[in-house]
Structure formats: C-alpha cells, structure tokens
C-alpha cells in the first residue's frame, strides 16, 4: 500500500518507519526535502521524500502529521482534489502555545480539529488516531507495565477498519472507536491531559489503558 504523510517532523518520520516495517512504501511530504536524508537512510527503498502536492497525490491514504498551526496551510499546499475518497489519519492536535507551556486545547465541542480536518477534506474519510501518545510510541506500544489501548474516532467505518488493522499489526491492546468524527474532540482533549501530566512529572512514555471489569 502507499502512504503519504504529510508532515516532516518526528511525528512523521516515526510513523513512516512503522508504516514501512509493515512493508508499505512511504513517501514523505514537505517543504524541505533535505532536511529528511538521515531518515530516508533509516527507510532504505521504500521510504522517500516529495513535496507536499507529489506526497498526496502518490498516497492511497494519507496520514496528516502537521502541527497544528501548519495544517490549514499544508492541506492547501498538498491539493484538496489529492485528499477526494482517500482514507486520512489525523493525528493532529489543536493546540495553543500562546501561553507558553503545556499549551492549552485551540478547540471546543463541536469544533474539534478532527471536525475542522473533515469540514476542509468533505470528500476523504478522516480518522482521528495516534494523537494521544508520544511520536516513539505510535508504532511501538508496549510499555513494561503493560500494552495500552489506541482510541479513534471517525465518520466511515471501512476508514476505521483500515486505521484499526494498522495499531493491531503495531501491538496495541485494542482499538477503541468512540464514534463520528465530532469525537475526535474527547481524542484532543485526552492528548491535553497525556501533555499535562508529562509536563508535571517529566515523563513522556505513558499511554492510556480502559480496563473493563
């Protein structure tokens, strides 16, 4: 299969490793494609690098790894008409920095960035997901107390289905579907609390776990 990510940062990166140890060819959108050399080493030949527009056309689905204050701007850059019917993770998180730090959350309820994501791309299928954990753990979930659960949130089930398969064949527990996209919204709100606890405590290897019974 052929991924496109857009978004050069070590979100990206790490999950183009994933993708790729998958066996799924994986190009790299961004602005700067020398800034990616040492990582398309690590890839080898089936990880590359393009601009924004080649990276989605090329990507059967489409992973959005941009900052927050960059996604408006990379979706037009990469072409609305490149995103149409194509599968799109979000793993963005709508956040403030105006403050200084931990951020606050930039969104409401009924206003999460999956939504806004969605509202920009009416024609993909965007699934909120990998957005609640660090970049090392996206594709790497087991912690020594435990593997934990990756939560999701999206309009189309068959996207979800595609979404959940990757995190599987990646080692997490489960995969928990809250529901529609306007769920994505619970997804930000739970990457602020991972954000906050990790600033407090100078830790950023934890990951969330529902436990049933």
């Known amino acids: 299969m052929k991924i496109g990510i857009i978004g050069s940062g070590v979100v990206g990166q790490q999950l183009g490793l994933g993708f790729i140890k998958l066996g799924h060819e994986v190009i790299i959108g961004t602005r700067d494609v020398s800034k990616l050399s040492e990582w398309k080493k690590t890839a080898g030949e089936k990880g590359s690098a393009s601009g924004l527009k080649e990276c989605a056309e090329f990507g059967e689905i489409i992973v959005l790894a941009t900052s927050w204050a960059g996604t408006e701007n990379a979706i037009s850059l990469a072409g609305k008409e490149n995103f149409k019917g194509k599968t799109v993770i979000d793993v963005t998180n709508p956040l403030d920095f105006s403050s200084g730090t931990p951020p606050k959350l930039a969104a409401s309820f009924g206003n999460s960035g999956g939504e806004q994501v969605q509202n ?65 919204f619970w997804l930000e709100a739970l990457a602020i609390l991972w954000i906050n606890y990790a600033f407090q405590t100078n830790q950023w290897s934890h990951a969330f776990k529902l436990l049933r019974k």
């Open 120 to 184: 920009r791309l009416p024609e993909a299928k965007v699934v909120k997901a990998f957005n609640i954990i660090n970049a090392y753990t996206m594709c790497n979930p087991g912690r020594e107390e435990g593997v934990p659960d990756m939560f999701i949130a999206g309009n189309d089930k068959d996207a979800k289905k595609i979404v959940s398969s990757f995190a599987e064949k990646w080692g997490w527990a489960s995969v928990i579907d809250l529901g529609d996209i306007s769920q994505a």
